[in-house]
């Protein structure tokens, strides 16, 4: 076998061994071949320490919520990821940060999966309204916060919108920014990481993904750390949509 599975089987090993297990067996009839298709792309992605296991499953979980259609693989990965260091407050807050992009549906599936996850793992989950008695001070909370998180590029955005959806423009500063983005639960790299998995898995979203992937460089990832990212989802979304994200990285890392 060549190293990306040995070093995915290790990987295996070490964390879950027993569900990469009933993985493999229930490949095992009609398709042996995905199972180890699966285990050579963990072994290759997870063997490059740009990204630290933690970061690397806040973005698949954030590409299989806003994908919407896979909660067999989202509640296994939820797990995976209690497994390597995230907490339980920290897989709902990412849920609740894919709302602005994915759409609440998608964000109420995945807190349904967590759900049935936690419930079988008695965890207990306990996440506190924060800022509900600040909803008075949104706006200028927002405003604060789309400054420090895209700078210009965020104010583009919301200048863009005012003449012809202002409502939209206040959604995006009160809402996702006022909101999502103040909340507590998540660091700003752990969000940019979780924005840009949200953003790839979605798909024609190359001009988020712009404002996004310069937020990322604002909030102190670097380069690498954005690119590693993206390619982190590519086994979940498919290459297409993972090319089109590096062309956007491309443009903004290394323009002509």
Same mark, same amino acid.
């Given at each position: 076998?060549?190293?990306?599975?040995?070093?995915?089987?290790?990987?295996?090993?070490?964390?879950?061994?027993?569900?990469?297990?009933?993985?493999?067996? #229930?490949?095992?009839?009609?398709? &042996?071949?995905?199972?180890?298709?699966?285990?050579?792309?963990?072994?290759?992605?997870?063997?490059?320490?740009?990204?630290?296991?933690?970061? !690397?499953?806040?973005?698949?979980?954030?590409?299989?919520?806003?994908?919407?259609?896979?909660?067999?693989?989202?509640?296994?990965?939820?797990?995976?990821?209690?497994?390597?260091?995230?907490?339980?407050?920290?897989?709902? *807050?990412?849920?609740?940060?894919?709302?602005?992009?994915? #759409?609440?549906?998608?964000?109420?599936?995945?807190?349904?999966?967590?759900?049935?996850?936690? $419930? *079988?793992?008695?965890?207990?989950?306990?996440?506190?309204?924060?800022?509900?008695?600040?909803? #008075?001070?949104?706006? *200028?909370?927002?405003?604060?916060?789309?400054?420090?998180?895209? #700078?210009?590029?965020?104010?583009?955005?919301?200048?863009?919108?005012?003449?012809? $959806?202002?409502?939209?423009?206040?959604?995006?500063?009160?809402?996702?920014?006022?909101?999502?983005?103040? !909340? &507590?639960?998540?660091?700003?790299?752990? !969000?940019?990481?979780?924005?840009?998995? $949200?953003?790839?898995?979605?798909?024609?979203?190359?001009?988020?993904?712009?404002?996004?992937?310069?937020? $990322?460089? !604002?909030?102190?990832?670097?380069?690498?750390?954005?690119?590693?990212?993206?390619?982190?989802?590519?086994?979940?979304?498919?290459?297409?949509?993972?090319?089109?994200?590096?062309?956007?990285?491309?443009?903004?890392?290394?323009?002509?």
């Amino acid at each position: 076998m060549n190293s990306s599975y040995e070093n995915g089987k290790k990987l295996f090993q070490e964390t879950d061994e027993a569900g990469i297990q009933g993985v493999i067996n #229930g490949l095992s009839d009609v398709s &042996p071949h995905i199972s180890r298709y699966i285990i050579e792309f963990f072994g290759q992605l997870f063997s490059n320490p740009v990204l630290n296991y933690q970061q !690397r499953e806040m973005i698949v979980i954030s590409v299989l919520i806003s994908l919407g259609d896979t909660p067999n693989q989202l509640k296994w990965h939820m797990n995976f990821g209690l497994k390597v260091g995230i907490t339980p407050n920290e897989i709902i *807050e990412i849920a609740t940060h894919c709302i602005p992009f994915c #759409g609440f549906p998608r964000a109420l599936n995945a807190i349904g999966v967590a759900k049935q996850l936690f $419930a *079988e793992e008695n965890i207990e989950v306990n996440i506190e309204d924060e800022l509900l008695q600040n909803i #008075g001070e949104r706006r *200028e909370r927002g405003l604060a916060k789309l400054q420090e998180i895209d #700078g210009k590029h965020g104010e583009e955005v919301v200048d863009s919108l005012a003449a012809i $959806a202002p409502l939209l423009a206040e959604q995006i500063i009160e809402f996702s920014f006022g909101e999502i983005y103040s !909340r &507590p639960g998540l660091n700003p790299r752990q !969000r940019q990481l979780v924005t840009l998995g $949200a953003l790839t898995a979605q798909g024609g979203c190359e001009p988020q993904l712009h404002v996004h992937l310069n937020a $990322a460089i !604002r909030v102190g990832l670097t380069r690498q750390e954005a690119i590693e990212a993206l390619l982190q989802c590519s086994p979940y979304t498919g290459f297409p949509k993972v090319l089109n994200a590096i062309k956007v990285a491309k443009e903004i890392f290394l323009p002509h």
